[in-house]
C-alpha cells in the first residue's frame, strides 16, 4: 500500500513563533491516518519546513509496511532532495562551496533520515499549497504557532553565538 504524508511549515515573523503540519493520508481512499502539530517559540520559515520534513520521514521510517509518498510546498527542501544538493553538502563536509550550511543540524538529521526511506522506497515530490491536503498540513502549522510548547535548539543556541 501506499500512503502520502504532506507536510508544511509556518512562522510568524521570520524569526519567530513556528509551527509544523504533517497529515498522513492514503489515497484514493482519502482516509487521514494521522495528523502531527507542533509550536515553537523562535525559529525560522525554513527551519519549520525541515522540521516538518523530518518529521513527515520518522513517520515512514517507522513504518515498514507501507511505501510513502512524501510531498512538500518547500522547494527549498524537495530541490535538496532530488537535485542533490544534500549529498553534494555532505560530500563537502556540510558546506555549500564557499560557506558554511545554513540549518546544518537539520539537513544532518534529513539526510540520515532520507537514506533509511528511501531504502523504503520513499519518494519526495513538490505539491502546490493550493491543494487540499497541503491546506490541511498548513493550518496545522499555523495552529502549531500559536501554541509555541517547543524550543527550536538549533536555532536558538546559533542565535545567541553558541553559548
Same mark, same amino acid.
Given at each position: 500500500?501506499? #500512503? ?20 498522513? +493520508?492514503?489515497?484514493?481512499? %482519502? ?20 522540521? +516538518?520534513?523530518?518529521? +513527515?520521514?520518522?513517520? @515512514? @521510517? ?27 553538502? #555532505? ?7 564557499? #560557506? ?16 533509511? +526511506?528511501?531504502?523504503? %522506497? ?42
Amino acid at each position: 500500500m501506499v #500512503r502520502h504524508a504532506f507536510c508544511d511549515g509556518a512562522c510568524s515573523g521570520n524569526p519567530g513563533p513556528g509551527g509544523i503540519g504533517v497529515v498522513v +493520508a492514503e489515497l484514493p481512499t %482519502k482516509e487521514v491516518i494521522e495528523e502531527i502539530t507542533e509550536g515553537y517559540r523562535l525559529t525560522t520559515n525554513n527551519r519549520m519546513e525541515l522540521a +516538518a520534513f523530518i518529521k +513527515a520521514l520518522h513517520v @515512514v @521510517v517507522d513504518d515498514k509496511e507501507n511505501r510513502y509518498k512524501v510531498h512538500s510546498d518547500s522547494l527549498y527542501v524537495v530541490d535538496a532532495i532530488n537535485k542533490g544538493y544534500l549529498d553534494r553538502w #555532505r560530500r563537502l563536509g556540510w558546506r555549500c562551496a564557499d #560557506r558554511a550550511l545554513k540549518n546544518k543540524d537539520l539537513w544532518v538529521l534529513v539526510h540520515h533520515l532520507w537514506v533509511i +526511506a528511501s531504502k523504503q %522506497k520513499a519518494t519526495i515530490t513538490y505539491l502546490s499549497g493550493e491543494d487540499k491536503w497541503m491546506r490541511q498540513a498548513d493550518e496545522l502549522a499555523k495552529g502549531g504557532i500559536y501554541n509555541p510548547a517547543n524550543i527550536d535548539s538549533g536555532y536558538e543556541c546559533i542565535r545567541e553565538g553558541g553559548k
